[in-house]
């Protein structure tokens, strides 16, 4: 998933009145300014498309610069950690299908003896689910504790929740695998004092329709903002060399 910012200089060149390789010059800004803005326009839109975007997601982009030499930039992914697989997890919202396995459902499956590639979870009632809609770090730290290899409780419990005011302790909580004989389905299951529920379900597939217009939010930006870039670029260069 990338888009390449570059342009014919001559049509945009007229008042610039000195040598050509101050004419590259000012191509380079301007093809430099408006891949950045670029980057910068993309956040806006992903917020529109995406259910409360983490900041990982918002900040998924980078750009190669233009050089004097090549007077192309290229915005484009940054590598997707903690994913495995072909695709840039941005790319199955761009063209839809199946994402990369998030890398907590590795290890995940990996400690419950399931397929590492095609394992997923979907967070059930009993989930902690924090401000951007997934299940939060510390449970799923709690789960990882308190499963063995095997995928039996361990002997060693989570750590009873600190009371908050006069709120009344919790009794701890601790995690378990119940597995169905039928379907294969793998529940990762809470108990807190007679309290149980479902924290995280396994699923064989995870599917996405197309959401994210990268090529077509990337080429409105760039065809909105090269012009005025352009400009500011000839004025600097020819302010420069007076």
Do not use: C
Request: charged share 25%; no cysteine.
């Amino acid at each position: 998933m990338q888009i390449s910012v570059r342009t014919n200089l001559r049509e945009f060149t007229r008042d610039l009145t000195r040598t050509h390789s101050q004419m590259i010059y000012a191509e380079m800004l301007a093809v430099n300014a408006t891949a950045a803005d670029v980057v910068k326009a993309l956040p806006a839109e992903m917020r529109s498309d995406f259910d409360r975007p983490t900041p990982f997601t918002l900040n998924a982009f980078r750009f190669d610069r233009a050089s004097k030499q090549k007077l192309m930039a290229r915005v484009k992914q940054k590598d997707a950690a903690g994913s495995t697989g072909p695709r840039h997890w941005l790319e199955t919202q761009e063209a839809g299908g199946l994402r990369p396995p998030k890398a907590f459902e590795i290890a995940l499956a990996a400690r419950l003896g399931l397929p590492t590639t095609s394992t997923y979870f979907v967070p059930g009632s009993a989930a902690t689910i924090n401000s951007y809609g997934n299940i939060s770090a510390a449970q799923l730290r709690r789960i990882m504790s308190d499963l063995t290899g095997t995928g039996r409780v361990a002997s060693a419990t989570s750590r009873p929740l600190k009371p908050a005011g006069k709120r009344k302790r919790q009794a701890p909580a601790t995690y378990f695998v119940l597995r169905s004989k039928g379907s294969g389905e793998v529940n990762i299951m809470m108990r807190r004092g007679r309290s149980l529920g479902v924290v995280l379900t396994s699923v064989t597939r995870t599917a996405f329709t197309p959401r994210f217009d990268f090529y077509g939010d990337a080429e409105r930006t760039a065809r909105a903002t090269f012009g005025r870039r352009l400009g500011e670029a000839v004025t600097r260069v020819n302010g420069a060399s007076r």
